[in-house]
């Protein structure tokens, strides 16, 4: 049932994104009369051979232009005619362009056209982050309710950067944190300077994480690496799983999974989840007495138990709630932060700052991202981000995306001459192969993850 949930979750955000995109370059398009042919939801071919596996799963022709549901669930396209993309027929090539073609308009309106996509794509992103600042608010765990607590708990991955379970941090380069989960911005990550400022044992610390602090994080995605020590107890036990044949109650505080401290609910369910098909020794604490037990883990990874984390509470939680002209200030300014970390994470890949093999996620790490529970705060959070990452990659000047076709016309206005249309296709051709090489690339290291389980 998860994995349905996250599919569906998935599939919703790309439906609403790529519509969202093709509705930008389909209304740019009939504003300045531009004949539009095709517009579809995924495509009805194997991208990126527009001859290959023709079909549709639904199409209906209105008005001049058929509306369509393709069967290949990695894009879709509004097909403009006269202008050369990978639905384009070469043998037309040269010829007198028709008045309602995108070629027989001026350059500027194809410019438009062109950036439509993109346009919508951000103001979706606004659209968005403004409606969760509206409804949702802006809701952070302090780090002075952190520190009030537990600290934090570190991986051995993360200790070999510096980090000690236990820790509690009070500052980012010199500035005071506020809030936990500024560990994990992008401006921190990125950081050529790392320096954190902790209290550990009752003594200050500082220490550098130094650069494979992003890397590490990016490549171990399904692995606790740093999370809030949090005390978890059973909330309920599950018919028929092996914990509810054991001596397990209802309000027991889970200790250990074979000798492994469970600093979280999620540290806890790792444990178990690396056992699978096996024995494992669970310690509770019962009152003041600490209870071990022995259970059998299903095939599944689990032990038939839900959890309550009790260390935090609702006043640990700051609020804060907008009217909606803050809702659009905030939404605004949280949408370009968002692309701004797009071109941010980007430059870091290019650079070599970050590992493109544990940074770069495809369809099956960004459904992971969604979770295996229906979060509607969680879901539009994701579209947001990814609309705003949408936008910032299909501005790239590479041929065949949105960025590419642009790069010819500005270099049609700078100069006075359009570019061979037979050199364009030709280089449309290239953007084709260097896109397919990236999703061979990217559905690859989705693949290794999920194998190796990082």
Known sequence: ????????????????????????????????KIRVDKFYLFFDFLFPMPNVLNFAIFKKKIGGTEYGLGWFPMGGYVQIAGMVDETTDKDNLGKEPEPDEYRAKPAWQRLVVLMGGII????????????????????????????????????PEMEKLGFKTGDKIVALNGVEMKRYEELFKTDFLLADKKEITAIRNGSQVQYDPGAEYGNTLAGNKNTPMLMVIDKVVVDSILPGGSAYKSDLKKGDQLLQVDGKTAFTGRLFSYHVQANKNSEVEIAVLRSLDTVRMTMKVSEEGTIGVAMKNITFSEEDITRETFGFGQAISK????????????????????????????????????????????????????????????????????????????????????????????????????????????????????????????
């Not at 790529?18 to 009939?30: D, W, Y």
């Not at 968005?128 to 607590?149: C, R």
Request: charged share 10%; glycine share 12%.
């Open 1 to 32: 049932m998860g994995t349905l949930i996250m599919i569906g979750q998935i599939f919703l955000a790309l439906g609403i994104l790529i519509t969202i995109h093709e509705l930008g370059h389909f209304l740019a398009a009939r504003l300045f």
């Open 331 to 454: 939404g605004t300014t949280a949408s370009f932060n968002a692309l701004a970390g797009s071109v941010k994470g980007f430059g870091a890949i290019f650079s070599g700052k970050l590992d493109a093999s544990k940074s770069l996620s495809g369809p099956v790490g960004i459904a992971r991202m969604f979770g295996a529970e229906w979060n509607w705060q969680r879901f539009w959070n994701l579209t947001g981000l990814l609309s705003m990452a949408l936008a910032f990659f299909n501005v790239l000047p590479i041929p065949g995306l949105d960025g590419g076709h642009a790069t010819f016309v500005l270099y049609e206005m700078a100069t006075g001459r359009m570019p061979n249309e037979k050199f364009q296709y030709a280089m449309q051709a290239v953007g084709m192969v260097i896109i397919l090489s990236l999703m061979v690339l990217i559905f690859g290291l989705d693949i290794y993850n999920a194998i190796v389980g990082n």
């Open 120 to 155: 919508f794509n951000i103001v979706l992103g606004i659209i968005i982050f403004t409606g969760i600042k509206a409804y949702w608010g802006d809701n952070y765990l302090s780090a002075s309710a952190v520190n009030a607590k537990h600290g934090i708990y570190a991986s």
